[in-house]
């Protein structure tokens, strides 16, 4: 072998990562809250590879520690918790990033940009707000279910979003790429506690069969850029998600008197289409889908195409309801086009797009926008007749 060859050999197996660290030498971190205290920002960080998990996991009791400390900036907070860690603060397995209500209100840019020059981050951890409680409450709260609080919150978002209608799974990277996109602004799911929060960070909320506090998913935030500028309620989450195709299968429910009628969507989808007339813009959000009746208490006769015609009727209504309160509270309400009306425009018409100084405040307000709703009634379930109905009968 000639000593070219021995040598590049030699380097070969010599080299290693230029950032390196020793498992022990790291606390690695799955979440990361930020709240504002006495106008510092107050950082805290799970720790998941905690001593004290490794010690006491068969003992039923809380595998994490959460560090915290304030800081004029995030990067001094971070720093400032190295002084508390025995070891060095390693990000790059975040699963979730909670913000308070307060910073969000201030902006995300300083945030998302640490985030962005970070290189241990992947970039592909969920960001969801705080309502009600501070983040660092949010990320303390510990379940019966998974490991660790990060676990049960991303496990939530992820579940939530493919399964409901109200929330939505919304990672850094997406964030960042409809702030950064034209004519469409971002939105996040809030988060907040159920029960007694300061119990529902004991370990022996473990050890109940009902827990004394537990994290549940909201609704959406809107933001303009990256300020947070309001809330929506559950319809308006639910008729903005339908807008933005991210509902594959919801519930709709048909009130008669004292009963309900309920009908189980699958398969939904939505398409927005833009047209210009008279030079002007207008969109036609058409949504549509499958819908199977899984409750009849309103002793309705389902085997008359008459009354199947007038259930798909209202339930369409509902659909186009719930866009249409989603629409106003954005179109008119705060003037944030979260749906992306504005990019869709720009895509069609580059040229009339680039004439406009404010999309979201001198168009989008009174840009007509039209919705639509199909929904097939597949099934009526597996039985013709409610159980009260031949009870009533017989």
């Known amino acids: 072998m000639s000593k070219k060859i021995l040598v ?9 990562c230029w950032n390196y660290h020793e498992l022990n030498s790291l606390a690695i971190s799955t979440a990361l809250a930020i709240d504002k205290k006495d106008d510092e920002y107050e950082i805290s960080i799970l720790i998941a590879n905690s001593k004290k998990g490794q ?3 068969e003992k039923g009791e809380s595998q994490t520690v959460v560090y915290s400390a304030k800081g004029n900036t995030i990067s001094d907070a971070l720093k400032n918790i190295d002084l508390e860690n025995p070891r060095q603060t390693y990000i790059g ?8 209500e307060e910073v969000a209100k201030e902006g995300l840019m300083d945030i998302l940009d640490l985030l962005l020059r970070n290189s241990e981050s992947t970039k592909r951890f969920y960001i969801t707000i705080a309502t009600d409680y501070s983040a660092k409450d949010i990320i303390q709260i510990i379940s019966p279910l998974e490991t660790f609080p990060s676990q049960t919150i991303s496990i939530n978002i992820k579940s939530s979003s493919e399964s409901q209608a109200v929330s939505a799974a919304v990672t850094y990277s997406k964030f960042i790429e409809n702030l950064l996109k034209k004519g469409i602004n971002p939105l996040l799911p809030t988060i907040t506690i159920e ?15 009902s827990p004394s506090a537990i994290l549940k998913l909201g609704t959406l935030t809107i933001f303009d850029d990256d300020k947070l500028i309001g809330s929506a309620s559950n319809n308006e989450s639910r008729g903005i998600n339908l807008m933005m195709n991210r509902i594959d299968e919801m519930i709709i429910e048909d009130k008669c008197g004292d009963d309900y009628l309920v009908a189980s969507l699958s398969q939904v989808s939505s398409k927005t289409s833009i047209e210009f007339k008279n030079g002007k813009p ?12 899984t409750e009849n208490s309103c002793n309705l006769e389902l085997t008359d195409p008459k009354v199947i015609d007038k259930i798909e009727k209202e339930i369409n209504d509902k659909v186009e309801s ?4 989603g629409l106003k509270l954005i179109q ?3 003037k944030s086009d979260v749906i992306g009306i504005g990019n869709l425009v720009y895509k069609k018409n580059p040229k009339y797009y680039k004439k406009i100084k404010d999309w979201d405040q001198d168009i989008f307000p009174d840009m007509k926008i039209k919705v639509k709703s199909n929904i097939n009634i597949s ?3 597996s039985t013709k007749q409610s159980i009260k109905e031949a009870k009533n009968e017989n």
Do not use: R
């Open 332 to 334: 008119k309400d705060l």
């Open 379 to 381: 099934t009526k379930g």
């Open 8 to 16: 590049l050999f030699l380097l070969f197996f010599m080299t290693g």
């Open 195 to 209: 029960g007694d929060e300061k119990k529902g960070s004991d370990d022996k909320n473990l050890e109940k069969s």
């Open 322 to 325: 719930l866009m249409k309160k």
């Open 282 to 293: 207008i969109a036609t959000i058409s949504v549509k889908g499958i819908g199977d009746i």
């Open 93 to 100: 397995h975040l699963a979730v990033i909670v913000i308070s």
């Open 55 to 57: 010690v006491s996991a």
